[in-house]
Protein backbone atom coordinates (compact mmCIF):
# COMPACT_ATOMS: atom_id res chain seq x y z
CA UNK A 1 0.00 0.00 0.00
CA UNK A 2 1.35 3.41 -0.60
CA UNK A 3 1.45 6.46 1.40
CA UNK A 4 -1.24 7.47 -0.59
CA UNK A 5 -4.02 4.91 -0.53
CA UNK A 6 -2.97 4.48 3.61
CA UNK A 7 -4.07 8.08 4.00
CA UNK A 8 -7.01 7.76 1.19
CA UNK A 9 -8.20 5.17 3.36
CA UNK A 10 -7.79 6.99 6.79
CA UNK A 11 -9.82 9.92 5.76
CA UNK A 12 -12.33 7.44 3.70
CA UNK A 13 -13.15 6.67 7.35
CA UNK A 14 -12.72 9.55 8.82
CA UNK A 15 -15.29 11.06 6.75
CA UNK A 16 -18.18 9.31 7.88
CA UNK A 17 -17.52 10.28 11.38
CA UNK A 18 -17.35 13.93 11.26
CA UNK A 19 -19.34 16.40 9.92
CA UNK A 20 -18.51 17.47 6.61
CA UNK A 21 -17.43 20.91 7.16
CA UNK A 22 -15.20 19.76 9.88
CA UNK A 23 -14.04 17.74 7.39
CA UNK A 24 -13.12 19.70 4.45
CA UNK A 25 -11.97 22.46 6.89
CA UNK A 26 -9.53 19.81 8.73
CA UNK A 27 -8.00 17.29 6.52
CA UNK A 28 -8.06 19.32 3.26
CA UNK A 29 -4.68 19.36 1.77
CA UNK A 30 -3.40 16.51 4.15
CA UNK A 31 -1.07 14.28 3.07
CA UNK A 32 1.46 11.51 4.39
CA UNK A 33 4.26 12.53 4.20
CA UNK A 34 6.05 9.35 5.26
CA UNK A 35 5.62 6.38 6.82
CA UNK A 36 8.66 4.82 8.74
CA UNK A 37 6.99 1.04 9.15
CA UNK A 38 10.76 -0.06 11.31
CA UNK A 39 9.88 2.82 13.69
CA UNK A 40 5.98 2.77 13.38
CA UNK A 41 5.91 6.43 12.57
CA UNK A 42 3.47 7.94 10.43
CA UNK A 43 4.40 11.58 8.92
CA UNK A 44 0.96 13.53 8.24
CA UNK A 45 1.73 16.86 6.46
CA UNK A 46 -0.45 19.99 7.12
CA UNK A 47 -0.58 23.06 5.55
CA UNK A 48 -0.24 25.25 8.77
CA UNK A 49 0.17 25.41 12.28
CA UNK A 50 -3.28 26.20 13.10
CA UNK A 51 -3.98 22.34 11.37
CA UNK A 52 -1.32 20.93 13.27
CA UNK A 53 -2.72 22.03 16.79
CA UNK A 54 -6.36 21.04 15.36
CA UNK A 55 -5.17 17.82 14.44
CA UNK A 56 -2.78 16.85 17.25
CA UNK A 57 -5.24 18.33 19.64
CA UNK A 58 -8.86 16.71 18.63
CA UNK A 59 -8.42 14.10 15.97
CA UNK A 60 -5.15 12.47 16.95
CA UNK A 61 -6.79 9.68 18.52
CA UNK A 62 -9.28 8.97 15.85
CA UNK A 63 -6.82 8.86 13.62
CA UNK A 64 -4.38 7.01 15.23
CA UNK A 65 -7.03 4.12 15.71
CA UNK A 66 -7.98 4.28 11.92
CA UNK A 67 -4.28 4.21 10.94
CA UNK A 68 -3.94 0.84 13.19
CA UNK A 69 -6.72 -0.70 11.70
CA UNK A 70 -5.74 -0.03 8.54
CA UNK A 71 -2.09 -0.99 8.85
CA UNK A 72 -2.99 -3.96 11.69
CA UNK A 73 -1.46 -2.07 14.25
CA UNK A 74 2.07 -1.02 12.69
CA UNK A 75 1.70 2.55 13.68
CA UNK A 76 3.09 4.23 17.21
CA UNK A 77 3.15 7.37 16.42
CA UNK A 78 1.76 9.90 14.19
CA UNK A 79 3.83 13.33 14.22
CA UNK A 80 1.93 16.25 12.24
CA UNK A 81 4.13 18.88 10.26
CA UNK A 82 3.87 21.72 8.79
CA UNK A 83 4.83 21.18 4.57
CA UNK A 84 4.99 23.94 2.47
CA UNK A 85 4.13 21.57 -0.69
CA UNK A 86 3.37 17.84 -1.26
CA UNK A 87 5.96 15.92 -2.49
CA UNK A 88 5.55 15.33 -6.13
CA UNK A 89 4.60 12.01 -5.83
CA UNK A 90 1.53 12.36 -3.37
CA UNK A 91 -1.29 13.45 -5.49
CA UNK A 92 -3.73 16.04 -3.60
CA UNK A 93 -6.01 14.09 -1.25
CA UNK A 94 -9.18 16.68 -2.88
CA UNK A 95 -12.30 17.03 -1.27
CA UNK A 96 -15.23 18.21 -3.35
CA UNK A 97 -14.90 21.60 -4.24
CA UNK A 98 -10.80 21.68 -4.78
CA UNK A 99 -10.69 19.35 -7.39
CA UNK A 100 -12.46 22.24 -9.98
CA UNK A 101 -9.29 24.08 -8.60
CA UNK A 102 -7.08 25.38 -12.03
CA UNK A 103 -6.14 28.73 -13.38
CA UNK A 104 -3.46 31.30 -13.01
CA UNK A 105 -2.70 32.72 -9.65
CA UNK A 106 -4.48 35.95 -8.31
CA UNK A 107 -2.59 36.47 -5.15
CA UNK A 108 1.17 36.79 -4.63
CA UNK A 109 1.19 34.79 -1.08
CA UNK A 110 4.05 36.54 0.85
CA UNK A 111 7.26 35.84 1.57
CA UNK A 112 7.84 33.36 4.48
CA UNK A 113 8.32 35.65 7.44
CA UNK A 114 6.69 38.42 6.22
CA UNK A 115 3.86 37.65 7.56
CA UNK A 116 3.15 36.65 11.68
CA UNK A 117 0.58 34.51 11.21
CA UNK A 118 -0.02 31.17 9.98
CA UNK A 119 3.12 29.84 10.03
CA UNK A 120 4.37 30.24 13.83
CA UNK A 121 4.83 27.64 16.49
CA UNK A 122 0.93 27.41 18.10
CA UNK A 123 0.70 29.29 20.70
CA UNK A 124 3.51 31.30 19.45
CA UNK A 125 0.73 34.82 19.32
CA UNK A 126 0.14 34.81 23.21
CA UNK A 127 3.99 35.36 24.06
CA UNK A 128 4.36 38.41 21.80
CA UNK A 129 2.04 40.71 23.13
CA UNK A 130 3.38 44.03 23.70
CA UNK A 131 2.43 45.99 26.75
CA UNK A 132 -0.45 48.49 26.32
CA UNK A 133 0.12 51.64 25.33
CA UNK A 134 -1.88 54.89 27.17
CA UNK A 135 -4.05 54.82 24.51
CA UNK A 136 -5.08 50.88 24.88
CA UNK A 137 -5.95 51.52 28.00
CA UNK A 138 -8.41 53.84 27.41
CA UNK A 139 -10.00 51.22 24.52
CA UNK A 140 -7.90 53.16 21.79
CA UNK A 141 -7.21 50.64 18.97
CA UNK A 142 -3.29 51.52 18.10
CA UNK A 143 -3.99 51.25 14.18
CA UNK A 144 -6.28 53.71 14.34
CA UNK A 145 -4.04 56.82 13.18
CA UNK A 146 -3.85 59.57 11.14
CA UNK A 147 -1.15 58.16 9.81
CA UNK A 148 -2.56 54.59 8.58
CA UNK A 149 -5.62 57.10 7.60
CA UNK A 150 -6.01 57.68 3.90
CA UNK A 151 -6.99 61.10 2.87
CA UNK A 152 -9.79 61.54 -0.07
CA UNK A 153 -12.90 62.34 -1.49
CA UNK A 154 -15.66 61.75 0.62
CA UNK A 155 -13.62 62.45 4.02
CA UNK A 156 -11.20 65.42 3.72
CA UNK A 157 -13.35 67.71 5.90
CA UNK A 158 -13.28 65.25 8.67
CA UNK A 159 -10.07 64.45 8.53
CA UNK A 160 -8.75 68.15 8.42
CA UNK A 161 -11.08 69.38 11.49
CA UNK A 162 -10.17 65.99 13.26
CA UNK A 163 -6.30 67.34 12.87
CA UNK A 164 -7.64 71.15 13.78
CA UNK A 165 -8.97 69.49 16.86
CA UNK A 166 -5.95 68.02 18.28
CA UNK A 167 -3.97 70.82 17.78
CA UNK A 168 -6.11 72.84 19.76
CA UNK A 169 -7.75 71.08 22.26
CA UNK A 170 -11.10 72.21 23.19
CA UNK A 171 -10.08 75.76 20.98
CA UNK A 172 -11.72 75.32 17.98
CA UNK A 173 -14.69 72.93 16.70
CA UNK A 174 -16.01 72.08 19.72
CA UNK A 175 -17.75 69.63 19.42
CA UNK A 176 -16.62 68.19 16.67
CA UNK A 177 -19.12 65.97 14.60
CA UNK A 178 -18.91 63.43 12.26
CA UNK A 179 -21.60 61.71 10.38
CA UNK A 180 -21.81 59.13 8.28
CA UNK A 181 -22.83 55.71 6.57
CA UNK A 182 -20.93 52.42 8.54
CA UNK A 183 -17.28 51.47 7.55
CA UNK A 184 -16.59 54.95 6.38
CA UNK A 185 -14.07 55.66 8.93
CA UNK A 186 -15.80 57.24 11.69
CA UNK A 187 -14.17 55.41 14.70
CA UNK A 188 -10.81 55.10 12.76
CA UNK A 189 -10.59 59.05 12.67
CA UNK A 190 -12.41 60.03 16.56
CA UNK A 191 -10.14 57.27 17.91
CA UNK A 192 -7.13 58.94 16.00
CA UNK A 193 -7.42 61.68 17.62
CA UNK A 194 -7.29 59.91 21.07
CA UNK A 195 -3.95 58.28 19.98
CA UNK A 196 -2.44 61.68 18.77
CA UNK A 197 -3.74 63.53 21.85
CA UNK A 198 -1.59 60.99 23.78
CA UNK A 199 1.10 60.65 21.49
CA UNK A 200 1.68 64.59 22.30
CA UNK A 201 2.41 63.61 25.70
CA UNK A 202 -0.43 66.72 26.69
CA UNK A 203 -3.44 65.93 28.22
CA UNK A 204 -3.99 62.25 29.67
CA UNK A 205 -7.20 62.67 31.33
CA UNK A 206 -8.83 61.06 27.53
CA UNK A 207 -11.96 59.03 27.11
CA UNK A 208 -13.31 56.83 24.31
CA UNK A 209 -16.24 55.26 24.68
CA UNK A 210 -19.20 53.97 22.50
CA UNK A 211 -22.44 55.32 23.26
CA UNK A 212 -23.63 52.17 24.14
CA UNK A 213 -20.97 51.53 26.50
CA UNK A 214 -21.47 54.77 28.02
CA UNK A 215 -25.29 53.76 28.95
CA UNK A 216 -24.75 50.36 30.12
CA UNK A 217 -21.45 51.70 32.27
CA UNK A 218 -24.10 54.93 33.60
CA UNK A 219 -26.44 51.67 34.65
CA UNK A 220 -24.25 49.92 36.55
CA UNK A 221 -22.86 52.87 38.16
CA UNK A 222 -26.28 54.38 39.33
CA UNK A 223 -26.96 50.57 40.79
CA UNK A 224 -23.53 50.43 42.89
CA UNK A 225 -23.60 53.74 44.00
CA UNK A 226 -25.90 56.31 42.91
CA UNK A 227 -23.82 57.16 39.69
CA UNK A 228 -20.91 59.07 41.81
CA UNK A 229 -18.12 57.30 39.97
CA UNK A 230 -19.43 58.02 36.65
CA UNK A 231 -20.22 61.29 37.01
CA UNK A 232 -16.51 61.89 38.68
CA UNK A 233 -15.14 60.60 36.06
CA UNK A 234 -16.75 61.59 33.17
CA UNK A 235 -16.50 64.93 33.86
CA UNK A 236 -12.86 65.28 34.72
CA UNK A 237 -11.46 64.88 31.30
CA UNK A 238 -9.76 66.81 28.70
CA UNK A 239 -11.26 64.82 25.64
CA UNK A 240 -14.37 63.15 25.55
CA UNK A 241 -14.81 60.58 22.48
CA UNK A 242 -18.18 59.30 22.14
CA UNK A 243 -18.47 56.86 19.18
CA UNK A 244 -21.87 56.10 17.78
CA UNK A 245 -23.90 59.01 19.66
CA UNK A 246 -27.18 57.92 18.01
CA UNK A 247 -27.35 54.69 20.32
CA UNK A 248 -28.30 57.27 23.53
CA UNK A 249 -31.56 58.82 21.70
CA UNK A 250 -34.69 57.14 23.87
CA UNK A 251 -32.78 56.27 26.99
CA UNK A 252 -34.06 58.97 29.43
CA UNK A 253 -31.87 59.10 32.44
CA UNK A 254 -28.86 58.31 30.34
CA UNK A 255 -29.95 61.48 28.09
CA UNK A 256 -30.20 63.77 31.29
CA UNK A 257 -26.53 62.35 32.22
CA UNK A 258 -25.04 63.04 28.42
CA UNK A 259 -26.41 66.28 29.08
CA UNK A 260 -24.77 67.57 32.45
CA UNK A 261 -21.83 65.68 31.29
CA UNK A 262 -21.77 67.36 27.94
CA UNK A 263 -22.93 71.05 29.87
CA UNK A 264 -20.28 70.63 32.73
CA UNK A 265 -17.23 69.82 29.86
CA UNK A 266 -18.06 72.37 27.90
CA UNK A 267 -17.78 74.71 30.18
CA UNK A 268 -13.88 73.62 31.42
CA UNK A 269 -13.04 73.91 27.75
CA UNK A 270 -12.47 69.95 27.44
CA UNK A 271 -12.76 68.92 24.16
CA UNK A 272 -15.71 66.72 22.93
CA UNK A 273 -15.95 64.70 19.83
CA UNK A 274 -18.73 62.63 18.35
CA UNK A 275 -19.41 60.00 15.25
CA UNK A 276 -22.97 59.20 14.58
CA UNK A 277 -24.42 57.54 11.51
CA UNK A 278 -26.57 60.10 10.98
CA UNK A 279 -26.85 64.33 11.65
CA UNK A 280 -27.98 65.22 15.19
CA UNK A 281 -31.55 65.92 13.99
CA UNK A 282 -32.16 63.14 12.55
CA UNK A 283 -31.09 61.50 16.01
CA UNK A 284 -34.97 60.12 16.91
CA UNK A 285 -35.58 60.63 20.49
CA UNK A 286 -32.97 63.82 21.01
CA UNK A 287 -34.65 66.41 23.10
CA UNK A 288 -34.05 69.94 20.87
CA UNK A 289 -31.46 71.36 23.51
CA UNK A 290 -29.39 68.38 22.89
CA UNK A 291 -29.15 68.15 19.46
CA UNK A 292 -28.82 72.33 19.68
CA UNK A 293 -25.64 71.73 21.96
CA UNK A 294 -24.57 68.35 19.55
CA UNK A 295 -24.56 71.42 16.50
CA UNK A 296 -23.24 74.03 18.71
CA UNK A 297 -19.20 73.12 17.11
CA UNK A 298 -18.55 71.85 13.95
CA UNK A 299 -20.40 68.93 11.89
CA UNK A 300 -18.58 67.16 9.09
CA UNK A 301 -19.55 64.27 6.94
CA UNK A 302 -18.14 61.46 5.53
CA UNK A 303 -19.35 60.02 2.25
CA UNK A 304 -18.07 57.12 -0.06
CA UNK A 305 -14.95 56.96 -1.13
CA UNK A 306 -14.33 57.69 -4.70
CA UNK A 307 -12.12 54.80 -6.74
CA UNK A 308 -8.99 56.48 -6.19
CA UNK A 309 -9.17 56.71 -2.60
CA UNK A 310 -10.45 53.38 -2.49
CA UNK A 311 -7.36 52.35 -4.46
CA UNK A 312 -5.15 54.05 -2.02
CA UNK A 313 -6.33 52.70 0.79
CA UNK A 314 -6.28 49.30 -1.27
CA UNK A 315 -2.74 49.67 -1.58
CA UNK A 316 -1.97 51.25 1.84
CA UNK A 317 -3.55 48.09 3.78
CA UNK A 318 -0.62 45.72 1.40
CA UNK A 319 1.81 47.76 2.11
CA UNK A 320 0.67 47.28 6.13
CA UNK A 321 0.67 43.55 5.26
CA UNK A 322 3.68 43.18 2.98
CA UNK A 323 1.22 41.37 0.54
CA UNK A 324 1.22 41.97 -2.97
CA UNK A 325 -1.98 41.49 -5.46
CA UNK A 326 -2.42 41.05 -8.91
CA UNK A 327 -3.47 44.40 -10.54
CA UNK A 328 -6.41 42.82 -11.86
CA UNK A 329 -7.35 41.75 -8.13
CA UNK A 330 -6.78 45.34 -7.56
CA UNK A 331 -9.33 46.54 -9.90
CA UNK A 332 -11.17 43.60 -9.08
CA UNK A 333 -12.01 44.49 -5.41
CA UNK A 334 -11.97 48.43 -6.05
CA UNK A 335 -15.06 48.30 -8.27
CA UNK A 336 -16.82 45.18 -6.31
CA UNK A 337 -16.49 47.62 -2.61
CA UNK A 338 -17.76 51.22 -4.18
CA UNK A 339 -19.44 52.68 -0.36
CA UNK A 340 -17.89 50.82 2.34
CA UNK A 341 -14.10 50.55 3.16
CA UNK A 342 -14.73 48.09 6.20
CA UNK A 343 -16.00 45.68 3.43
CA UNK A 344 -13.47 46.39 1.28
CA UNK A 345 -10.76 45.30 4.09
CA UNK A 346 -12.84 42.61 5.28
CA UNK A 347 -12.56 40.97 1.62
CA UNK A 348 -8.77 41.14 1.64
CA UNK A 349 -8.43 40.14 5.55
CA UNK A 350 -10.45 37.07 3.66
CA UNK A 351 -8.42 36.37 0.60
CA UNK A 352 -5.54 36.63 2.89
CA UNK A 353 -6.71 34.60 5.34
CA UNK A 354 -7.78 31.85 2.80
CA UNK A 355 -4.30 31.65 1.33
CA UNK A 356 -2.66 31.27 4.98
CA UNK A 357 -4.59 28.74 5.45
CA UNK A 358 -4.27 26.58 2.75
CA UNK A 359 -0.60 27.76 2.44
CA UNK A 360 -0.60 28.96 -1.57
CA UNK A 361 -2.31 31.68 -3.58
CA UNK A 362 -5.67 32.51 -4.23
CA UNK A 363 -6.78 31.97 -7.73
CA UNK A 364 -9.07 35.14 -9.36
CA UNK A 365 -12.30 32.67 -9.58
CA UNK A 366 -11.24 32.04 -5.54
CA UNK A 367 -11.38 35.60 -4.69
CA UNK A 368 -14.61 35.87 -6.74
CA UNK A 369 -16.54 33.14 -4.43
CA UNK A 370 -14.75 34.79 -1.26
CA UNK A 371 -16.69 38.01 -2.40
CA UNK A 372 -19.89 36.66 -3.25
CA UNK A 373 -19.85 35.11 0.75
CA UNK A 374 -19.18 37.91 1.84
CA UNK A 375 -21.68 40.15 -0.42
CA UNK A 376 -24.25 37.20 1.05
CA UNK A 377 -23.20 38.32 4.79
CA UNK A 378 -25.46 40.93 4.34
CA UNK A 379 -28.31 38.59 4.31
CA UNK A 380 -27.77 39.04 7.93
CA UNK A 381 -31.36 38.52 8.91
CA UNK A 382 -31.35 35.49 7.47
CA UNK A 383 -29.44 33.61 10.32
CA UNK A 384 -31.19 33.71 13.73
CA UNK A 385 -29.29 33.09 16.69
CA UNK A 386 -30.66 29.67 17.31
CA UNK A 387 -28.50 28.93 14.24
CA UNK A 388 -25.69 31.00 15.25
CA UNK A 389 -25.02 28.99 18.31
CA UNK A 390 -25.83 25.61 16.43
CA UNK A 391 -22.49 26.64 13.96
CA UNK A 392 -20.22 27.42 17.19
CA UNK A 393 -21.31 23.90 18.76
CA UNK A 394 -20.95 22.30 15.70
CA UNK A 395 -17.60 23.93 14.87
CA UNK A 396 -16.02 22.36 17.97
CA UNK A 397 -17.91 19.37 18.44
CA UNK A 398 -19.62 19.69 21.68
CA UNK A 399 -22.83 19.24 22.88
CA UNK A 400 -25.58 21.86 22.60
CA UNK A 401 -26.36 21.23 26.79
CA UNK A 402 -22.81 21.84 27.82
CA UNK A 403 -22.72 24.83 26.31
CA UNK A 404 -25.92 25.83 27.51
CA UNK A 405 -24.50 24.46 30.91
CA UNK A 406 -22.69 25.99 33.77
CA UNK A 407 -19.41 24.16 33.02
CA UNK A 408 -16.17 26.13 33.11
CA UNK A 409 -13.61 24.30 31.29
CA UNK A 410 -12.01 26.04 28.96
CA UNK A 411 -13.31 23.49 26.00
CA UNK A 412 -16.88 24.96 26.63
CA UNK A 413 -15.87 28.66 27.88
CA UNK A 414 -13.68 29.87 25.10
CA UNK A 415 -16.55 28.49 22.84
CA UNK A 416 -19.31 30.14 24.99
CA UNK A 417 -17.34 33.44 24.71
CA UNK A 418 -17.30 32.84 21.12
CA UNK A 419 -20.87 32.59 20.63
CA UNK A 420 -21.48 35.57 22.53
CA UNK A 421 -18.98 37.62 20.41
CA UNK A 422 -20.73 36.70 17.36
CA UNK A 423 -23.79 37.38 18.45
CA UNK A 424 -22.54 40.57 19.32
CA UNK A 425 -21.13 41.20 16.23
CA UNK A 426 -22.84 39.58 13.62
CA UNK A 427 -26.90 39.89 14.43
CA UNK A 428 -26.57 43.08 16.74
CA UNK A 429 -27.77 41.07 19.66
CA UNK A 430 -28.54 42.92 22.43
CA UNK A 431 -26.27 42.05 25.64
CA UNK A 432 -29.35 40.74 28.01
CA UNK A 433 -30.67 38.58 24.82
CA UNK A 434 -27.46 37.40 24.45
CA UNK A 435 -27.15 36.23 27.96
CA UNK A 436 -31.07 34.86 27.69
CA UNK A 437 -29.76 32.32 24.52
CA UNK A 438 -26.66 31.16 26.27
CA UNK A 439 -28.94 29.56 28.80
CA UNK A 440 -30.02 32.36 30.97
CA UNK A 441 -26.60 34.31 31.78
CA UNK A 442 -26.49 37.97 33.09
CA UNK A 443 -25.77 40.61 30.94
CA UNK A 444 -22.67 41.40 32.25
CA UNK A 445 -21.12 38.03 31.63
CA UNK A 446 -22.16 38.96 27.53
CA UNK A 447 -20.42 41.83 28.03
CA UNK A 448 -17.31 40.67 29.56
CA UNK A 449 -16.96 38.01 26.73
CA UNK A 450 -17.54 40.39 23.91
CA UNK A 451 -15.28 42.49 24.93
CA UNK A 452 -12.61 39.70 25.72
CA UNK A 453 -13.03 38.33 22.26
CA UNK A 454 -12.53 41.29 20.44
CA UNK A 455 -9.03 42.00 21.54
CA UNK A 456 -8.46 38.56 21.04
CA UNK A 457 -9.28 39.31 17.60
CA UNK A 458 -7.30 42.17 17.67
CA UNK A 459 -4.05 39.91 18.10
CA UNK A 460 -5.11 38.22 14.83
CA UNK A 461 -4.54 34.28 16.15
CA UNK A 462 -5.64 31.87 16.72
CA UNK A 463 -9.25 32.91 18.02
CA UNK A 464 -9.64 35.04 15.09
CA UNK A 465 -8.84 32.04 12.54
CA UNK A 466 -11.42 30.28 13.95
CA UNK A 467 -14.19 32.75 14.11
CA UNK A 468 -13.22 33.30 10.40
CA UNK A 469 -14.12 29.91 9.97
CA UNK A 470 -16.94 29.72 11.79
CA UNK A 471 -18.81 33.21 9.89
CA UNK A 472 -17.80 30.97 6.45
CA UNK A 473 -19.74 28.37 7.36
CA UNK A 474 -22.73 30.41 8.96
CA UNK A 475 -23.54 32.21 5.82
CA UNK A 476 -22.68 29.54 3.83
CA UNK A 477 -25.98 27.52 5.28
CA UNK A 478 -27.45 30.87 4.05
P1 LIG B 1 -17.19 53.53 10.77
O1 LIG B 1 -16.88 53.84 12.19
O2 LIG B 1 -17.47 54.74 9.96
O3 LIG B 1 -18.28 52.51 10.62
P2 LIG B 1 -14.51 52.47 10.74
O4 LIG B 1 -13.77 53.64 11.24
O5 LIG B 1 -14.76 51.36 11.69
O6 LIG B 1 -15.91 52.90 10.10
O7 LIG B 1 -13.77 51.95 9.43
C1 LIG B 1 -13.90 50.64 8.94
C2 LIG B 1 -12.55 50.11 8.52
O8 LIG B 1 -12.12 50.78 7.35
C3 LIG B 1 -11.48 50.34 9.56
O9 LIG B 1 -10.64 49.23 9.62
C4 LIG B 1 -10.73 51.55 9.06
O10 LIG B 1 -9.37 51.50 9.46
C5 LIG B 1 -10.88 51.42 7.57
N1 LIG B 1 -10.92 52.73 6.90
C6 LIG B 1 -12.00 53.48 6.67
N2 LIG B 1 -11.67 54.61 6.03
C7 LIG B 1 -10.34 54.55 5.85
C8 LIG B 1 -9.38 55.43 5.24
N3 LIG B 1 -9.75 56.58 4.68
N4 LIG B 1 -8.09 55.06 5.24
C9 LIG B 1 -7.71 53.88 5.79
N5 LIG B 1 -8.55 53.01 6.38
C10 LIG B 1 -9.86 53.34 6.42
MG1 LIG C 1 -17.76 53.08 13.94
Not at 53 to 66: D, F, G, V
Not at 109 to 114: K, N, S, T, V
Not at 304 to 317: F, H, M, N, Y
Request: glycine share 8%.
Amino acid sequence: MTNDELWKAVLGELELELSKPNFNTWFKNTFVVSFNEGEKEVVVGVPNAFTQTWLQNKYHKPIMEMLNRITDEKVKKVIYQVEMTRPASTAAVETGEEASRHGSLGATLPRPGQVGTGQGKPGQEEETRKEETLGEKVGLNPRYTFETFIVGGGNELAHAACQAVVSALGQKYNPLFIHGGVGLGKTHLLQAVGNEVFRDGGAKRVSYITAEDFVNAFVESVREGGGKNFKNHYRNLDLLLIDDVQFIGGKDKTKEEFFHTFNTLYQKNAQLVFTSDRPPKAISGLEDRIVSRLEMGMIADVTSPDLETRRAILDAKLIEKSLNLEDKVVEYLVSSFQRNVRELEGALNKIIGYSEFYNRACTLEEIKKIISSLASQSRRGAVTPRQLVKTVVDFYEIKMEDLMGGGRKKELAVPRQIAMYLLREELDCSYPTIGDELGGRDHTTAMHAYKKIVREVDQEGRIKQEIDLIKERLYEQG
